[in-house]
């Protein structure tokens, strides 16, 4: 992992997700950059033929002093800390432009969409079934930027699943413990679950627990969660599963309610 990509915007967790995108710069000697994007300006339902030139020019006014103040946080964050950085702001639809920059790094950082925040945004969604990178999201509630001492791998024996597994190892590597769990395993994972997965993880020097579970009362994801918090596990990692129709993303159920209600980092690939 040498090429490290955090987005920043407009929003608080701006200050949580370039503290961990440092902290993970500094511990794998990884070059970080630091993008904004400048969204298109995002028009109301009623004509815009009728909106007066100014509505444009005070959108463009605000983005360009929200990317300021993040590029002044980034700087001020990461700078200090001695890892080669630099500062990215592109124009243009988030999904496509974050993309287009992370096809050139190991890991994006990306921050959970936040109900509360305007309509309109498609970061991590319209990201995660792209970029063929693995996605670090935050969730918004995220007070701390110490990540990857205790993982907890959700294995289903998917090829999203092993992706997610293999993009995750340099982080395994230097856990201080890691738990797979398969909740609900059928057939694909062979005669006992989550057995071969772990014997592949040690053959890379990464010890673990693993350990399956059968639900009814409660949903995979819920699951997920519960047991995270159990093992006071700080991150996540799993497969995004879905597919797109034209510029619509859309995703399995499992995927879906994390993305939705996660409480920890989670590591998507797909």
């Not at 503290?19 to 794998?28: F, G, K, N, T």
Request: overall charge negative; some cysteine; proline content about 6%.
């Amino acid at each position: 992992m040498r090429d490290i990509l955090v987005h920043m915007d407009g929003t608080e967790q701006n200050k949580v997700r370039v503290e961990a995108a440092a902290q993970l710069a500094q511990r794998y000697e990884a070059h970080l950059t630091g993008l904004f994007v400048l969204a298109d300006p995002f028009i109301p339902i009623y004509d815009a033929a009728q909106l007066p030139p100014e509505f444009y020019e005070e959108q463009e006014t605000l983005d360009r002093q929200q990317a300021e103040a993040a590029e002044n946080m980034f700087r001020g964050i990461a700078g200090p800390t001695g890892v080669s950085t630099e500062w990215r702001v592109d124009q243009g639809t988030k999904a496509d432009v974050i993309a287009r920059h992370a096809h050139y790094c190991d890991l994006v950082i990306a921050g959970q969409r936040n109900p509360e925040q305007p309509a309109g945004g498609d970061v991590p969604d319209g990201l995660l079934l792209s970029i063929g990178r693995p996605i670090l999201i935050l969730p918004y509630v995220s007070q701390s930027a110490d990540i990857g001492k205790r993982i907890m791998v959700a294995w289903n024996a998917s090829p999203q699943a092993t992706r997610a597994v293999h993009d995750a190892i340099p982080f395994m590597s230097q856990a201080g413990h890691v738990d797979v769990i398969a909740v609900n395993p059928d057939g694909s994972h062979g005669e006992i679950p989550c057995a071969d997965i772990s014997l592949h993880l040690a053959r890379h020097g990464i010890k673990c627990e693993a350990q399956s579970i059968t639900v009814n009362d409660i949903g995979v994801a819920d699951m997920l969660l519960s047991r995270a918090a159990d093992q006071s596990a700080d991150m996540i990692v799993m497969g995004a599963y879905g597919h797109a129709r034209w510029r619509e993303w859309v995703f399995g159920g499992v995927t879906a309610h994390m993305l939705g209600h996660m409480t920890i980092p989670v590591l998507m690939a797909h």
